[in-house]
């Protein structure tokens, strides 16, 4: 009865959602407290009833239950429990129940930690959560229900697909999906201001630290697909403009923007159409992802739960989402006000700068992402868009953004000088050029290579120069210590997130300018090498796993004649499946990777072997490591925090709504 107890539980969790999405909103605009009231408590009934069909689910994966089609399409008795428990969101039906466990947890989040918010501004932000979860419940139960049962059971399951029988696959989806439905969070709150037409700073204040918490996650679950694909994949790459890697991509480039335009309408009130635009971009863009993914439209190694009969209903809800917000948009964003001024030359300048490189690097993204769809869906043809594509356009939009982030702190608000910019850091800008040239003059790195590590000098000496001289303007007798520990945690999360910016930037220009990569023939006995360094095919044997058996090699890698390391790949296949997969094997440095895997072999005692030395590839992942850190302290800053139980009044928020709207009228 478990899994009938999880259908019933998701059909309770629709009614309430349904509850939750209509009747708040009704109660807002009727000022019915009875009826604005039944939000949180709606909402908390949803979380139950599907975090009640989700432990349901996991609980027939683990108890190998092979009477539900589900878990006989991505289970096996042989299959280690730890795998049970990733085939859980493993296919297409699971990972819209964890999209739906994620989306009543980040609902149960507002509702908690926004005691001190109007309750009618709370009820009607989580009354778009509920209307966004009436989608998925929907979606799940009347055409990809996870608990549909198998007549007659199944006496074994077909088994997880082996490309995601690894513990990065654990971890990977629900941080990606923490990212992709936090940005949900910041669409209720813009839709619930455009409804209720306080577009404030208020506003602003209250979705910056869920929005940055989103776009943390959503960080740190891209940093887990390129590094599974790096070391489980077997051909060495960590990125490949992939489309599904880009359909996690664009939201992220969008979510960078939101939370640098929301900075801006805090501080000053400004951007607020803006950044209620950019919400609604960044949360359609999570929604295009998951259409991407789950509509059969496209072949990834990465969309590993397809079916094209679904891709029309979530087309319909993309379109109702996306077209009902911006309609919405489109309705109120004429009467909000514009906010403060600013002059050409300001930091707010410099942050709509930004903000538009990035919205147009994520249009190419997405038009390198869709093209070949629309070509195929035409009959056209099929072509595909690959790296020399994104390296071409893409490249050349992030180069002006990593040199203005350095400078962006030191450009004052509302208004500054060049001149005052110039004089300040002329000095520091020659101190780069000239630590460039000889770093030239020693490695001699090709121009693009010189151009990535001098960019990733000029953020690193820059951002330092800032830090140094906000702590100098202390009061004098200020001890360094309490300098250091009196600045704002949004201070340091900004300072951070940089830092590991001009890390990950040194990792991807030194990797894909200095990588050495050999594909060579190979027996046993033999050596090839790849730099500096050399492998010796010592031997091969057979070794059985729970659910494969894999040929797995043995080589000796030595740099300049000297031992460092054995190194094991595998060529493994997958019992129930008999799907071949490769196993690398990777010596990790600081400064290097070394990493070999075995092709297919030519014959019994020669195989393809690829060995390569991938230079500071690890600075990759250190920095998305970094700049995840710098969003977790941003988003921890002191402000943001609950001050006081008391709510705030909802005459307060009109006084400050018509202040702001007045103060434009006269500055027009």
């Known amino acids: 009865m478990i899994p009938e107890i999880g259908n019933f539980s998701l059909m309770l969790a629709l009614c309430l959602a349904l509850a939750q999405s209509i009747i708040p909103i009704i109660g807002s605009y009727r000022q019915n407290a009875n009826w604005i009231a039944l939000a949180k408590p709606a909402a908390a009934g949803q979380a139950v009833f599907v975090s009640i069909a989700f432990v349901c689910l996991l609980f027939s994966f683990i108890s190998n239950d092979f009477s539900v089609t589900y878990v006989a399409s991505n289970s096996n008795s042989t299959l280690p429990v730890y795998y049970r428990v990733a085939g859980t969101w493993g296919g297409h039906e699971g990972s819209l129940l964890l999209w739906s466990e994620m989306l009543v947890l980040w609902t149960i989040a507002v509702s908690r930690f926004s005691r001190q918010l109007p309750e009618s501004t709370v009820s009607r932000v989580i009354a778009v959560m509920g209307l966004i979860s009436v989608g998925f419940l929907s979606f799940m139960l009347f055409t990809s229900n996870p608990f549909d049962r198998l007549f007659p059971a199944a006496l074994d399951g077909r088994d997880l697909n082996p490309l995601l029988q690894d513990f990065g696959m654990i971890i990977h989806p629900p941080m990606l999906y923490m990212g992709y439905v936090g940005f949900s969070v910041a669409f209720a709150f813009a839709i619930a201001a455009l409804m209720g037409g306080q577009l404030d700073s208020a506003w602003a204040r209250w979705s910056r630290p869920w929005t940055i918490v989103a776009w943390m996650f959503l960080t740190l679950g891209i940093f887990m697909g390129s590094f599974w694909a790096y070391y489980e994949l077997g051909w060495g790459g960590w990125w490949f403009w992939d489309a599904v890697e880009n359909a996690s991509f664009m939201p992220w480039l969008v979510g960078t923007a939101l939370i640098h335009s929301l900075a801006v309408t805090e501080k000053r009130g400004s951007f607020k159409n803006w950044t209620v635009l950019l919400a609604i971009i960044a949360f359609s863009l999570s929604l295009l992802g998951t259409f991407l993914v789950r509509s059969g439209v496209l072949t990834s190694v990465h969309a590993f739960a397809t079916d094209p009969r679904r891709g029309s209903f979530i087309l319909v809800f993309l379109a109702l989402v996306i077209g009902g917000s911006l309609t919405l948009y489109a309705w109120r964003a004429p009467k909000v006000g514009l906010g403060g001024r600013f002059s050409l030359f300001s930091r707010e300048t ?164 200095l990588e050495i990569s050999n594909d060579v023939k190979m027996r046993v006995g033999e050596v090839t090498s790849a730099g500096n360094y050399d492998f010796k095919f010592i031997d091969l044997k057979e070794v059985n796993g729970p659910n494969f058996v894999a040929t797995q090699a043995r080589f000796l890698a030595s740099y300049k004649g000297k031992p460092i390391a054995i190194m094991r790949p595998e060529k493994r296949v997958y019992t129930v499946q008999q799907m071949p997969m490769t196993e690398a094997a990777i010596n990790r440095g600081f400064t290097r990777d070394l990493y070999v895997s075995l092709g297919e072999p030519i014959d019994n005692d020669t195989w393809m072997v690829r060995v390569q030395h991938k230079p500071f590839v690890a600075w990759i992942w250190g920095g998305c490591l970094i700049i995840a850190l710098g969003g977790l302290l941003a988003a921890s800053d002191k402000r943001y925090r609950l001050r006081s139980k008391k709510r705030v009044p909802e005459a307060l928020l009109v006084s400050e709504s018509a202040s702001e709207a007045k103060l434009s009228q006269v500055q027009l």
């Open 350 to 513: 410099m942050l709509l700068v930004n903000n538009v490189l990035l919205l147009v690097a994520a249009g190419t993204v997405l038009l390198g992402t869709l093209y070949p769809l629309f070509l195929d869906a035409l009959g056209m043809g099929k072509i595909s868009v690959g790296p020399p594509y994104f390296d071409a356009v893409f490249v050349p939009l992030m180069l002006p953004i990593l040199f203005l982030m350095a400078l962006g702190p030191f450009v004052r608000w509302k208004d500054s000088s060049l001149q005052d910019l110039w004089n300040k850091l002329r000095w520091y800008g020659l101190g780069v050029l000239l630590i460039a040239s000889l770093l030239w003059l020693l490695m001699r790195f090709s121009p693009m290579v010189m151009l990535g590590v001098t960019l990733a000098i000029w953020i690193f000496l820059i951002t330092f120069v800032h830090l140094v001289e906000r702590l100098r303007h202390a009061p004098a007798n200020t001890p360094w210590e309490k300098r250091i520990l009196s600045q704002p945690n949004s201070y340091w999360g900004m300072i951070i997130a940089h830092l590991g910016i001009a890390v990950f930037v040194i990792g991807v220009t030194l990797v894909k300018g």
